[in-house]
């Protein structure tokens, strides 16, 4: 099965620590990271696609993807 996230955060530190933990789990980068202001937060967001294949397992809404 293939898995898809979308990680997002504040652009700073905290971001880059959250998608290279993905990346050392297993997961890949899908497409390029995007940028948006939050009118709210008065700050720039990222979001970053990443996707893994595993083996073994079936697809289910309620999985969390972030334990897989």
């Known amino acids: 099965m293939k898995l898809y996230r979308f990680l997002?955060?504040?652009d700073d530190a905290s971001f880059c620590h959250k998608v290279t933990a993905a990346l050392n789990q297993g997961w890949t980068l899908h497409g390029p990271t995007t940028y948006a202001f939050n009118?709210?937060?008065q700050h720039m967001q990222c979001g970053q696609a990443v996707v893994k294949d595993v083996e073994g397992k079936d697809y289910h809404p309620d999985m969390k993807l972030s334990e897989q």
């Open 39 to 41: 009118a709210d937060t």
């Open 8 to 10: 997002t955060g504040p």
